[in-house]
């Protein structure tokens, strides 16, 4: 099992820029999640999705769009980047009916929007 | 709403050095809590978790009790060492909201562990 994987581990874009940031899990995972991390805030909640075809808003979802075709698959798309946007995003996931259970995480994407 | 808060860090220690990282919640219902930690270019990783009252969770030496009557859930390790050095998330998920329920994190404390 590879777990949750992100992809790229890092990435610069210019202001107005779009970009989608990708996350797998080979754990067959109903629920999946996005959440960005910044110093002195913990980690914030974008968007999830208990389910393919499923998805909602987070604490933080203003500039994120996301969907879920496929139990596999949860991408992150920023449709015009912002400074504002520069963190770390985690993806994460477990399944849907282990709810107050623990999460898996994956390594990160560190993005920087100058 | 839930809610998270951590002492503030940085936490710096002598190995072999008693560790306490406070923790205390607001939640609504009956939440499960959990210890998340995330070690320099990594991502989180669960290191505890209780999910009821006075369960205490363990792992790798590091110790945690659910206190439900001081809504509390304290990390603690009676001996560090260097490689403990990380930063330390406590959280929170309720049952509430049923199957989509969602972690609440605390902002993290960093510990220094130094021979």
């Known amino acids: 099992n590879a777990g949750v994987t992100q992809t790229p581990k890092f990435q610069v874009l210019k202001t107005g820029q779009s970009m989608t940031l990708q996350c797998a899990q080979d754990?067959?995972?109903?629920?999946m999640s996005w959440y960005r991390q910044d110093p002195g805030m913990g980690l914030r909640l974008i968007h999830y999705?208990?389910?393919?075809?499923?998805?909602d808003q987070g604490e933080v979802p203003n500039g994120y769009n996301v969907s879920r075709s496929t139990t596999e698959d949860f991408p992150l798309r920023l449709l015009s980047a912002a400074p504002s946007q520069t963190s770390v995003y985690f993806c994460?996931?477990?399944?849907?009916?282990?709810?107050?259970?623990?999460?898996?995480f994956g390594p990160g994407t560190r993005l920087t929007v100058l | 709403g839930n809610s998270v808060t951590q002492m503030e860090g940085p936490v710096t220690l002598s190995e072999e050095a008693f560790l306490t990282i406070n923790c205390t919640y607001t939640?609504?219902?009956?939440?499960?809590l959990f210890w998340y930690v995330q070690y320099p270019g990594e991502g989180l990783q669960l290191l505890l978790k209780?999910?009821?009252?006075?369960d205490k969770g363990s792992n790798k030496g590091f110790e945690a009790t659910y206190r439900k009557e001081t809504t509390s859930f304290h990390l603690e390790k009676g001996s560090v060492q260097v490689s403990d050095s990380a930063v330390y998330f406590c959280?929170?998920?309720?049952?509430?909201?049923?199957?989509?329920?969602?972690?609440?994190f605390g902002t993290g404390t960093r510990l220094q562990v130094t021979l």
């Open positions: 754990m067959n995972h109903e629920y």
């Open positions: 959280a929170l998920s309720d049952l509430y909201t049923g199957t989509a329920s969602k972690l609440t």
């Open positions: 939640a609504t219902g009956y939440p499960s």
């Open positions: 999705s208990v389910g393919a075809g499923i998805t």
């Open positions: 994460a996931s477990r399944p849907v009916g282990l709810a107050g259970g623990r999460q898996f």
């Open positions: 209780a999910t009821k009252a006075d």
